[in-house]
């Protein structure tokens, strides 16, 4: 019994003890770590929206359940020439797949970026985030295009053996068309 409550105290401490220092790193690497992924949304907003000078704080909206974020990119200070939309789907077959579509003024897509973090398949749904695959969602109007996957009678083409994948991105690519359909005038106004 006075082996056993040795053990358990020292197991006890050894917890205590790595728990203080977790907590001691992540306190020192969380602005750190926070900052590293607002510059990678920087940088996919500036990869998929036309040319710009400022982008502006993103403007968040509800439609459906969904949560969106429309970033205003305007040119000469002034000029609205787009947004940039991030925005992420729960039906990719590892799971959450985050991404950031570029709209122009006019309504067609000019990008589409699949953000870091997703846990699709090697080799497989991860092609996603292949020029190959993403090329398809550029230079199309947002409201006139069928953003399912060709399997499903849709436009976009899918990843052979990896149409969940494939299905995931084109499915919240079209829920975002819907949600900015939707909010069209308050985008406008919002500016």
């Not at 039906?91 to 309504?107: F, K, N, P, S, V």
């Not at 990008?111 to 092609?127: C, Q, R, S, Y």
């Not at 695959?133 to 052979?160: H, Q, S």
Request: overall charge negative.
């Amino acid at each position: 019994m006075k082996d056993s409550l040795k053990l358990i105290g020292s197991l006890t401490a050894i917890c205590i003890v790595s728990g203080a220092l977790l907590a001691f790193v992540y306190d020192a690497t969380a602005a750190r770590i926070e900052a590293v992924a607002q510059m990678r949304i920087a940088a996919a907003a500036a990869q998929v929206l036309p040319a710009h000078d400022r982008i502006d704080d993103a403007i968040e909206l509800e439609h459906n359940n969904r949560r969106y974020f429309f970033s205003p990119a305007y040119r000469n200070e002034k000029d609205l020439v787009g947004y940039a939309i991030q925005f992420s789907t729960s039906a990719g077959y590892g799971g959450e797949i985050r991404m950031m579509l570029g709209l122009d003024i006019d309504g067609m897509t000019t990008g589409l970026v699949i953000l870091p973090g997703h846990t699709e398949t090697p080799g497989l749904g991860a092609k996603i985030t292949e020029e190959s695959f993403l090329e398809a969602f550029r230079d199309r109007p947002i409201t006139d295009t069928n953003w399912r996957v060709k399997k499903d009678g849709g436009d976009m083409d899918e990843i052979t053996a990896a149409t969940i994948s494939s299905r995931a991105v084109a499915d919240a690519v079209m829920q975002v068309a819907e949600a900015f359909e939707a909010h069209r005038s308050t985008l406008r106004e919002g500016i």
